[in-house]
């Protein structure tokens, strides 16, 4: 017999039920489910809707399912559909008739929504922290390097020489921004559904501010139809999510290009990489490839969401059951990605003697000699103009600019002197830039400062939240 089952008179086909279940998946919801029903029940003997002695055999039930539950020795029927009715259907098992008092002036509807921004605002949280681990190992990395040279690039040609710091921090900021974004996620994540029922709130006199003090939310839907069918608050993590992956995909593109023998600026920890089942030469940087390509289904979630909620009517539909899988999915991918990223980062070689070599042979000093004869009076436009005739002279000759005599640079203008040849060392032309902002190694000490202080602020900020 169905919990619902008073209208029905046959059994459900079993095709239709493995169908409609959620419980394959909606059993990682059980401890919030448990989480929620205890809040709910306490409120309900609060309001005098339950007398105080169902109410303690009704708390001692769930919290005996939830020793159950740790201990593993829970177990889910598909015959109960999803985690709600299991655990109502346990509880009832346990100690009898009373335990269908618990769902009094409640609705799956409600409960479900709540147990989802249960579940999120503890994994939101658990992902911030994971993040931060990450931007730790990125500045630790820059502080690391902060003598390193990189070739920087525009259309991956080679445009101007960079710290590797520079680089490095570059994705610090980009974290920051997605930590940013989740921060300001989980303001939505953290509102209370429950009281709303089935859809128009319910016959009982509840008291939901407090359910939600006992559950710490920070706020109340206001409107029980919005708080039954709203799934912003998941499309917002996975989209939130989806920049995330797309930056850790980026620098993966980078970690693979970099760790090539073509690059050769790296060497990846041989516990971060895999071998081939053929070749035995072969070191493959699969973790930053894994994390590139598991990019792809985070999008797809989001995609599918956004799809799910488009057409939908007030107030709930079963549609929305289809939440779950990808949310779930984007935690476990997101959360995997993070860790490996950070120890990826941590335990990476730099190759400094193959940096020391790209930096000093190529053309990416030639701005800093277009900016020489600047100084020199000529306008900018003239002096890109010889300094791309220069190139192309060298290019031809197969030479460097600072290879060229003094001579052959007087045949191409007649400001150039002997200073010249300073401009055109790869460290002079980094710390030419010590603008705000710039790889001059004053600036990216300024900026290494930042970043620490933005870590320092965010723990600050989460140990005053959690005290
Ligand atoms: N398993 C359902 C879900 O995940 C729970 C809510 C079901 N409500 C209902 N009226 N069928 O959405």
């Known amino acids: 017999m169905k919990l619902w089952g008073g209208r029905f008179t046959k059994p459900t086909d079993r095709l239709v039920e493995e169908y409609t ?4 998946f909606d059993r990682r919801l059980a401890a919030e489910d448990l989480e929620g029903s205890l ?3 306490k409120m309900l003997g609060r309001c005098g809707i339950l007398p105080e002695e169902d109410v303690a055999r009704i708390v001692e039930g769930l919290e005996e399912l939830r020793r159950r539950l740790e201990a593993g020795t829970l177990t889910f029927d598909v015959a109960h559909e999803d985690v709600h009715m299991n655990m109502e259907k346990h509880l009832i098992d346990l100690i009898g008739p009373v335990g269908g008092k618990l769902h009094t002036g409640r609705s799956r509807n409600d409960q479900v929504a709540l147990d989802m921004h249960l579940y999120l605002r503890r994994e939101v949280d658990e992902i911030l922290e994971l993040l931060a681990d990450l931007q730790r190992a990125l500045v630790e990395a820059a502080e690391r390097h902060l003598d390193v040279i990189v ?3 525009t259309h991956l040609q080679r445009a101007q020489p960079v710290l590797l710091a520079h680089h490095l921090l570059a994705y610090f900021w980009m974290l920051v921004r997605d930590a940013e974004r989740l921060r300001d996620a989980r303001k939505r994540i953290d509102m209370m559904p429950l009281g709303a029922g089935a859809l128009a709130g319910t016959t009982f006199p509840i008291d939901r501010e407090f359910v939600a ?3 710490g939310f920070a706020r109340l839907y206001e409107n029980s139809m919005d708080a039954v069918s709203d799934r912003d608050f998941i499309l917002e993590f996975l989209a939130d999510a ?5 930056h850790l995909s980026r620098l993966s593109e980078e970690l693979i290009l970099w760790s090539s023998a073509e690059f050769g600026f790296i060497e990846l920890d041989d516990a971060y990489c895999t071998g081939s089942s053929i070749m035995p030469q072969k070191k493959n940087p699969d973790v930053a490839e894994l994390v590139r390509g598991k990019t792809g289904r985070v999008y797809g979630h989001l995609m599918g969401l956004l799809t799910v909620m488009k057409g939908l009517p ?4 079963k549609d929305l059951q289809e939440d779950k899988e990808g949310m779930f999915d984007t935690v476990d991918t997101l959360k995997g990605a993070l860790v490996l990223f950070a120890g990826m980062i941590r335990t990476m070689q730099v190759r400094r003697e193959r940096l020391a070599r790209a930096v000093a042979e190529d053309f990416s000093n030639a701005t800093d000699l277009a900016d020489y004869l600047v100084r020199k009076g000529l306008p900018f436009r003239q002096a890109h103009e010889v300094i791309g005739k220069l190139v192309l002279h ?11 005599s003094l001579e052959e640079y007087r045949e191409f203008s007649d400001l150039f002197e002997a200073d010249l040849y300073e401009v055109l060392d790869p460290r002079r032309v980094v710390d030419a830039r010590n603008v705000r902002g710039g790889t001059g190694t004053g600036a990216v000490r300024e900026q290494l400062e930042k970043a620490k202080s933005w870590l320092a602020d965010g723990s600050e900020a989460e140990r005053r939240g959690r005290s």
């Open 394 to 404: 060298c290019v031809r000759r197969s030479r460097y600019l600072n290879e060229l």
């Open 151 to 153: 070739p920087g690039y």
């Open 242 to 246: 989806s920049i995330l992956m797309m």
């Open 314 to 317: 007030l107030a709930y539909n």
């Open 21 to 24: 279940a959620s419980i394959g």
């Open 39 to 41: 809040a709910h029940v």
């Open 213 to 215: 003090r006992e559950l």
